[in-house]
Nanobody, 121 residues
Framework: QVQLVESGGGLVQAGGSLRLSCTASARTVSYNRMAWFRQAPGKEREFVAAIRWSGGETYYADSVKGRFTISRDIAKITVYLQMNSLKPEDTAVYYC??????????????WGQGTQVTISS
């Protein structure tokens, strides 16, 4: 069983930046991608960004492309989400996930507890 622990959420003004971190308890063959999803109140969970663990390829939702950057530290088994030019519509609980898909939340087997990101206008 892989556990994911997130950190870095908070409250910032629009236009500001935050960096989220997610550390996995182990690196196993059961997952080859790590991703960030988010869920705003009253909305479905949506894909934000993903990274392929071995090759480092990255994938982004159109809504965050050019503003958010996903990266990883292999030695620390940690994935980061650098969020710049934040907008009020980025307000959500952000979840880290590990799995074998890119966009499909159902194919991620491991999830973190979520971290709140709130952007004030």
């Amino acid at each position: 069983q892989v556990q994911l622990v997130e950190s870095g959420g908070g409250l910032v003004q629009a236009g500001g930046s935050l960096r989220l971190s997610c550390t996995a308890s182990a690196r196993t063959v059961s997952y080859n991608r790590m991703a960030w999803f988010r869920q705003a109140p009253g909305k479905e969970r949506e894909f934000v960004a993903a990274i392929r663990w071995s090759g480092g390829e990255t994938y982004y939702a159109d809504s965050v492309k050019g503003r958010f950057t996903i990266s990883r530290d292999i030695a620390k088994i940690t994935v980061y989400l650098q969020m710049n030019s934040l907008k009020p519509e980025d307000t959500a609980v952000y979840y880290c996930a590990a799995g074998i898909s890119i966009w499909d939340a159902a194919r991620y087997d491991y999830w973190g507890q979520g971290t709140q990101v709130t952007i004030s206008s």
